[in-house]
């Protein structure tokens, strides 16, 4: 019961282009959506957050959008450097869940930014 | 150290052992978590101890998997009788805050890589 979906394993788009990596969720009691970063033999590092009582956050070349009623997010890179290749991993929480800070995470997904 | 050290980087183990995986966390760190992404598969909570609260193990996938946290520092992921399924990343993250919006707080060590043969 995948609770947190990425579809595409992968994305590849040109330096300076746009990437857009997609999240959808299934838990309507999600209410923070997390987005981390993981090179290989690396941990993931935190990314971008967002608030289910907003729509969108930005932070410099990073935009994540949420769609409740689609039950969807989205990360926007713009530009997208060569540097920004990575696996990128959506992950939620829901309140029930207190303050464990306990996440459910997506497959990732493998973005190649080619110069 | 300055950064949350997980040792082994790699472990190869034949089938039926026993492993131990270690997580050394940021000192201070009240929160510690494992995770483990085996292949083609999303991140998957294992389990999580909160100062001297008792842990939420409510993703450790069967009996053969326990943890211990001594002292509210190092932890142990111990797996026994190993099985094949068992092979993945198996991921420790701490975190000074406990409140949910504190997950982007936290701080994964770069995992150890379980191969059962």
């Known amino acids: 019961d995948q609770q947190v979906k990425q579809n595409s394993p992968s994305l590849s788009v040109q330096e300076g282009r746009i990437s857009i990596l997609n999240c959808d969720y299934t838990?309507?009691?999600?209410?923070?959506f997390l987005w981390y970063k993981k090179y290989p033999a690396e941990g993931p590092t935190f990314l971008i957050s967002?608030?289910?009582?907003?729509d969108k956050n930005e932070d410099g070349r990073f935009t994540v959008f949420l769609n409740k009623s689609a039950k969807h997010l989205s990360l926007h890179i713009v530009p997208s450097q060569p540097g920004d290749s990575a696996v990128y991993f959506c992950?939620?929480?829901?309140?029930?869940?207190?303050?464990?800070?306990?996440?459910?995470f997506g497959q990732g997904t493998t973005l190649q930014v080619k110069p | 150290g300055a950064g949350v050290s997980q040792s082994p980087s790699n472990k190869v183990t034949e089938k039926g052992k026993d492993v131990e995986l270690r997580c050394d966390p940021i000192?201070?760190?009240?929160?510690l978590y494992w995770y483990r992404q085996s292949l083609g598969q999303g991140l998957e909570f294992l389990i999580y101890?909160?100062?001297?609260?008792?842990?939420?193990k409510s993703g450790l996938p069967s009996d053969r998997f326990s943890a211990e946290r001594t002292g509210g520092s190092v932890s142990t992921l111990t797996i026994q009788r190993t099985q094949q399924e068992d092979s993945a990343v198996y991921l420790c993250?701490?975190?000074?805050?406990?409140?949910?919006?504190?997950?982007?707080?936290?701080?994964f060590g770069s995992g150890t890589r379980l191969t059962v043969v």
């Open positions: 993250a701490s975190s000074l805050r406990t409140r949910r919006q504190g997950a982007s707080g936290y701080t």
């Open positions: 838990n309507s009691m999600f209410d923070y």
């Open positions: 967002i608030s289910s009582i907003k």
């Open positions: 992950a939620a929480s829901e309140p029930s869940w207190g303050n464990t800070g306990k996440l459910i």
């Open positions: 000192s201070g760190h009240t929160a």
């Open positions: 101890f909160q100062g001297n609260s008792a842990p939420d």
